[in-house]
């Protein structure tokens, strides 16, 4: 089998591993116990706290360590929407159709359930959030604004810091779904200038059922999860040690290789770009051409059943996906295809290819070799 979806998730490196197996059988303490063992647990998860603020530029008791991306993004905006709302009344939150569900269900959840006000900011077309569209929407009613990094689909990245200083210009709350995008892309909070950012372990090469949400000083969050005063009273349940200390290290090694890992991943996503629009007729590329992440590579094919050219590659040996993992057997294209604008004939033949450490010009090759004769196979079924 030929791994081509990063995107959905990656393996675990055997740096990682290695960091984490101590905490698994010898050092299991739990952090909030007062002997040597609980000492050891904790100093385990006070030094993955350290290790993860270096790499965002932040203080370490700004990282709260959660269950995985989803939980960091239910946090952050269920957790910020309730405490303006309760602090000063705020109602509106402003996020986009093209969010991971993590982010838009959540905020229609808040909508529907608990008596928010939801505005979807508007997209161009390779599926970027506009600075035009937030400066439009913002009023003084607005509690917060969540716009992800990169999007996990169409690998289009949005002008996170300039939208972040229209938020903080307009004294509302600025979050970011960056689960995604710290893969490849610099997570200095600093420069990005958020208030709320949110990761996952199991996208950079670290486990899965782990994630953290930076919270900037001074930003008030209700916690969602209540019980002890873990993670500075804003997310209860003992700390999971071996798997933080598994994020945090692979976080580092992130940062530490980005440059080497985009340089190998970019000249083979580039070639199946270009590849991929030669070869194959009624083909095109979804997402920023240049504006995206540098694993990324996206398409729709006209009169194409996507989830049916899925099969056929995953028969011939290749792993791929057709948007977001969680969409697969479901006939219907995705919002963020759908946003795209276009025709139903298009959106339903979409494919993305997500590269990783991992990935070869072998690799690379075989699939090119394999995918012009299959989408063909594919379209002639589909008429
Ligand atoms: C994968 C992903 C998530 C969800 O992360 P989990 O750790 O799987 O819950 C959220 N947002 C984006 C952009 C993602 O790619």
């Not at 996952?200 to 999860?225: E, I, S």
Request: proline share 4%; with cysteine; net charge negative.
């Amino acid at each position: 089998m030929i791994y081509l979806d990063y995107a959905a998730t990656t393996p675990v490196d055997a740096r990682v591993l290695d960091a984490m197996l101590p905490y698994f059988r010898e050092n299991y303490g739990n952090p909030s116990s007062v002997h040597r063992l609980g000492q050891k647990a904790e100093t385990a998860v006070d030094s993955a706290r350290e290790k993860v603020a270096a790499v965002l530029h932040c203080r370490a008791d700004e990282i709260i360590f959660t269950s995985c991306g989803s939980e960091s993004d239910n946090l952050a905006l269920r957790g910020a929407a309730m405490a303006r709302r309760n602090v000063s009344g705020e109602k509106w939150i402003l996020t986009s159709k093209n969010e991971h569900h993590a982010v838009s269900k959540t905020a229609q959840q808040l909508e529907k359930e608990y008596g928010f006000l939801l505005e979807w900011l508007g997209l161009d077309e390779h599926g970027g959030v506009t600075i035009d569209s937030l400066n439009k929407a913002v009023c003084n009613n607005t509690a917060l604004a969540s716009v992800m990094y990169a999007n996990n689909e169409i690998g289009t990245i949005n002008p996170i810091a300039d939208l972040a200083a229209i938020a903080k210009a307009n004294n509302i709350l600025f979050h970011t779904d960056a689960v995604q995008a710290a893969a490849y892309l610099d997570v200095n909070v600093e420069k990005l200038g958020v208030d709320l950012m949110s990761l996952g372990g199991h996208k950079f090469y670290g486990p899965k059922g782990v994630g953290a949400l930076y919270v900037r000083k001074g930003t008030m969050l209700l916690p969602h999860m209540t019980g002890g005063g873990q993670e500075f009273g804003l997310r209860a349940g003992t700390q999971n040690v071996p798997y933080i200390v598994g994020f945090a290290e692979a976080l580092h090694l992130a940062a530490e290789e980005r440059e080497s890992r985009t340089a190998h991943v970019r000249p083979l996503r580039d070639h199946i770009i270009g590849n991929v629009l030669e070869t194959i007729p009624d083909s095109k590329l979804t997402g920023h051409p240049e504006n995206r992440l540098p694993n990324h590579a996206s398409f729709v094919f006209k009169d194409v059943d996507g989830n049916l050219l899925l099969q056929m590659l995953d028969s011939a040996g290749f792993a791929c996906s057709s948007g977001s993992a969680c969409k697969t057997g479901n006939p219907e294209p995705s919002e963020v295809i759908t946003s795209l604008g276009y025709s139903r004939d298009w959106a339903l033949g979409s494919l993305r290819i997500t590269l990783g450490m991992d990935s070869t010009v072998e690799h690379v090759d075989s699939f090119l070799k394999a995918l012009p004769t299959l989408v063909e196979k594919a379209r002639k079924l589909h008429n």
